[in-house]
C-alpha cells in the first residue's frame, strides 16, 4: 500500500465499526471486531489491524509512543489548521485526571476521518462520527481542574508520515532525503554510501517515487525486515529462521504484505496471545 492508501485504510478500519460497540473500560475492551470498545482501544486496534504497529494500550501510552509522530499544527481556540492535517491523524485532548502530569493530563483521542470530521468513542454506543470544529471548540470551553483549565487539544499525532509514493513527480522532494527515510523506515537502518548512490541514479532514470518504494519493499531486505517486524509486534517474540524464511518465500513467490498481515493476526498463535 503507498502511504496515502495506509491512511485510508485506518480510517476505513474505524469507520467499520461506527454505531456498532459498546463503551468499556473492562477487559472486554480488547475485543474491538466483536463490539467493544473506548477510544484508545479503538485507536490500537486499526493501528494493529492495518499496520502491524502496536501505539500503545491506552491514551497515556499512545500520546508517549515511538510508533507515533507528533505533527505541528496551527491551532486556533482549540482547533486545529485541518489544511496541515491528514487522513488518520490521531487528535489527543486533556482529560480531568490530575494525575497524569507526565502525559500532559491525556483523557481522549479521536481520529481524524477527513472533510472536516472526527471518529471516536466516549461513550455509549460508538464510535461516532463528528464535526472537528464543533468539537474542538466544544472541550476547549469545558472546564477541567487540570493547570490549562479545559479538556482542549493537547497534539495530533500521525502513523504514517511520509509522502504518497504513488505520484511521479519529484519537483520540489529532497531526493536524498526521500531515500535515507526509507532506509529508515524499512530497513531500520542507515543508508550505505552505495546502496544510497545507487537509487539516486534509480530516481534519475526516471523512475517515480512507488517505483522506489516498491525497490525497497521487495528487496531481500525489505521481505526480511517486514516479517521479522511483525514476529516482533504481533507475537511478541524473534521469528525462527525457518519461520522468516517460509514467509519471505510466499512473499517472494506473489503474495502480499497484506495476505501476510492477516495470515499472522488470523493465526492460532496471535489468537492465543489476544484472547
Not at 508520515?161 to 524499512?186: C, H, N, P, S
Request: proline share 2%; charged share 25%; net charge negative.
Amino acid at each position: 500500500m503507498s502511504y496515502n492508501e495506509q491512511r485510508a485504510a485506518l480510517v476505513s478500519m474505524v469507520e467499520s465499526r461506527e454505531g456498532k460497540n459498546q463503551y468499556t473500560q473492562s477487559s472486554k475492551r480488547d475485543q474491538v471486531a466483536s463490539g467493544w470498545s473506548d477510544c484508545s482501544s479503538l485507536m490500537r486496534w486499526a493501528h494493529q489491524e492495518v499496520l502491524g504497529i502496536y501505539i500503545g494500550d491506552n491514551t497515556e501510552a499512545q500520546i508517549r509512543s515511538d510508533e507515533l509522530t507528533t505533527v505541528d499544527v496551527p491551532t486556533s481556540n482549540g482547533v486545529p489548521d485541518e489544511s496541515e492535517m491528514l487522513p488518520g491523524d490521531l487528535l489527543f485532548f486533556r482529560g480531568r485526571d490530575t494525575g497524569r502530569k507526565a502525559s500532559q493530563y491525556v483523557g481522549h483521542v479521536e481520529m481524524y476521518v477527513g472533510n472536516g470530521q472526527l471518529m471516536g468513542h466516549g461513550s455509549g454506543t460508538g464510535p461516532t462520527r463528528k464535526n472537528m470544529a464543533d468539537y474542538c471548540r466544544q472541550r476547549q470551553a469545558s472546564s477541567s481542574p487540570v493547570p490549562a483549565g479545559n479538556r482542549g487539544l493537547i497534539c495530533v499525532r500521525r502513523a504514517v508520515t511520509g509522502i504518497d509514493e504513488t505520484k511521479g513527480d519529484w519537483e520540489g522532494v529532497d531526493k536524498k532525503q526521500f531515500v535515507m527515510d526509507l532506509y529508515a523506515r524499512m530497513f531500520g537502518r542507515e543508508a550505505d554510501k552505495g546502496g544510497l548512490q545507487d537509487w539516486l541514479d534509480y530516481i534519475d532514470q526516471g523512475h517515480s517515487f512507488l517505483d522506489v518504494y516498491n525497490g525497497f519493499l521487495n528487496s531481500a531486505e525489505g521481505r526480511r525486515t517486514y516479517v521479522r517486524e511483525l514476529y516482533h509486534h504481533l507475537l511478541g517474540r524473534e521469528g525462527r529462521d525457518d519461520e522468516v524464511q517460509s514467509w519471505i518465500d510466499q512473499l517472494a513467490a506473489g503474495k502480499s504484505q497484506e495476505e501476510v498481515l492477516r495470515g499472522f493476526l488470523y493465526s492460532d498463535e496471535y489468537k492465543r496471545k489476544n484472547g
